[in-house]
């Protein structure tokens, strides 16, 4: 029997103020899903969260529940059960698109996730076909525009590095889902949006005419630095900024629990008005 890896994708912010196109993964094996699936699960309902686990949804009344919900979503991955990816782009760096590739942005940017975030090309063993099966959360676009990405992600199997390895993408193993109804989605989408509000600089914001910032604001900046402490742990060294490092193999790409991946367009202008420093100048 193939072995199976199951990959589940999500997008947060699309446009941020310095940062931009968040998009994340986390994946499982299939012969630990299950027990992944219910240790989270059992979790939040210990936890009494009985709502979709949001980063939009952390207030002080549940903050410190996120907080040991992200603990059990990285127990796994240090146990080896689970590896989550996170992709982004850097405003300063302007992509340079034809209208075609504008219009079809949000796939292509899931595209560059599957194909390059989690390394797939070293994910193969021996003499063992691995498939992956790909679950997205509902996307705002045309059934066509799906069957169209969805080849296009099935076609990566046919490429040397995919064919090398045994690893297949094949449509029927690519899905949406409500991930109302998921919860390795609602902690990936906490974890995008964590990395999103500190990236962005959201934690900073005060209400407008107030001195300091506002009760809701500094919750989710400790649920973001209790994560940051997380990942800290795999990476003492973790820069949430910039790609993480390969640390001596392309391999580690694959093996790697936590990764982060800021993605720079092939063709791009740069924009110095668009980096941190340069908006603190402006008066």
């Keep these: 029997m193939a072995r199976e890896l199951v990959i589940y994708c ?5 446009r941020g103020e310095y940062f931009s196109n968040f998009y994340g993964g986390i994946l499982v094996e299939s012969s630990d899903l299950a027990a992944v699936i219910s240790n989270l699960q059992n979790k939040k309902d210990t936890l ?14 549940v903050g410190p529940r996120y907080r040991d919900m992200m603990d059990a979503l990285f127990d796994e991955l240090e146990a080896g059960r689970a590896k989550i990816r996170i992709m982004f782009t850097q405003n300063q760096h302007v992509p340079v698109l034809t209208r075609e590739q504008r219009e079809t942005r949000y796939h292509r940017l899931y595209f560059q996730l599957v194909k390059h975030a989690f390394g797939l090309q ?8 691995t498939n992956i099966r790909i679950l997205l959360d509902k996307m705002p676009a045309t059934a066509e525009q799906v069957a ?13 590095e995919f064919r090398r390895a045994r690893v297949v993408i094949r449509e029927d193993q690519i ?21 999103a509000f500190r990236l962005n ?11 300091i910032r506002g009760k809701r604001t500094r919750e989710k900046e400790q649920v973001y ?26 391999a580690s790409k694959w093996e790697h629990p936590y990764r982060h991946w800021k993605l720079v367009p092939k063709d791009f202008e740069y924009d110095r008005s668009r980096t941190k420093g340069a908006k603190r100048k402006t008066p």
């Excluded at 999500?10 to 699309?14: A, K, L, Q």
């Excluded at 009494?48 to 009344?61: C, D």
């Excluded at 169209?148 to 040397?160: D, I, K």
């Excluded at 600089?201 to 001195?211: A, F």
Aim: hydrophobic content about 30%.
């Design 10 to 14: 999500d997008e947060s912010v699309g």
């Design 48 to 61: 009494g969260l009985t709502g979709e686990l949001k980063w939009q949804g952390v207030t002080p009344s």
């Design 148 to 160: 169209v990405f969805r080849s296009c992600l099935a076609a990566l199997s046919r490429r040397p």
């Design 122 to 129: 070293y994910a193969g063993r021996p003499g063992e076909q």
């Design 225 to 250: 630095r209790h994560i940051r402490a997380r990942i800290a742990v795999l990476y003492p060294r973790f820069n949430i900024g910039t790609s993480t490092g390969q640390q001596g193999s392309p």
């Design 175 to 195: 899905a949406e889902i409500d991930s109302k109804k998921h919860i390795l989605s609602q902690c990936l989408d906490v974890v995008l949006g964590a990395m």
């Design 201 to 211: 600089d959201r934690h900073k914001v005060k209400p407008p005419g107030s001195r």
